[in-house]
Nanobody
Framework: QVQLVESGGGLVQAGDSLRLSCAAS????????MAWYRQTPGNQRELVAN???????NYADSVKGRFTISRDNARNTVYLQLNSLKPEDTAVYYC???????????????WGQGTQVTVSS
């Protein structure tokens, strides 16, 4: 079994910062791409940022310059640093990892349980 556990959400004021963490545990060979998504009620989950195993990153336009994704491969952990938070950043944030469990199988998608980030104005 593979499990992703998130932490770090909360209630903050506009302009504040937060750091989200997501750690993978269980039996697997490696973690390829890591990513963060967010979702608000009634809307589809949207990509916030992703990070390849070799370091290439991609950010949603709405968070460029404010959020930073990083990873610790030794700890199978992905982080999202959220700076200069705005009320429109309020959402449930989900981590996603593409994890290879067997040599003969392409990596599968795994999701964290979600963590609420609420930004008050």
């Amino acid at each position: 079994q593979v499990q992703l556990v998130e932490s770090g959400g909360g209630l903050v004021q506009a302009g504040d910062s937060l750091r989200l963490s997501c750690a993978a545990s269980g039996s697997f060979l490696r973690v390829d791409e890591m990513a963060w998504y967010r979702q608000t009620p009634g809307n589809q989950r949207e990509l916030v940022a992703n990070l390849g195993r070799e370091g290439g990153t991609n950010y949603a336009d709405s968070v460029k310059g404010r959020f930073t994704i990083s990873r610790d491969n030794a700890r199978n952990t992905v982080y999202l640093q959220l700076n200069s938070l705005k009320p429109e950043d309020t959402a449930v944030y989900y981590c996603n990892m593409k994890i290879a469990r067997w040599v003969w199988r392409i990596p599968d998608d795994y999701w964290g349980q979600g963590t609420q980030v609420t930004v008050s104005s």
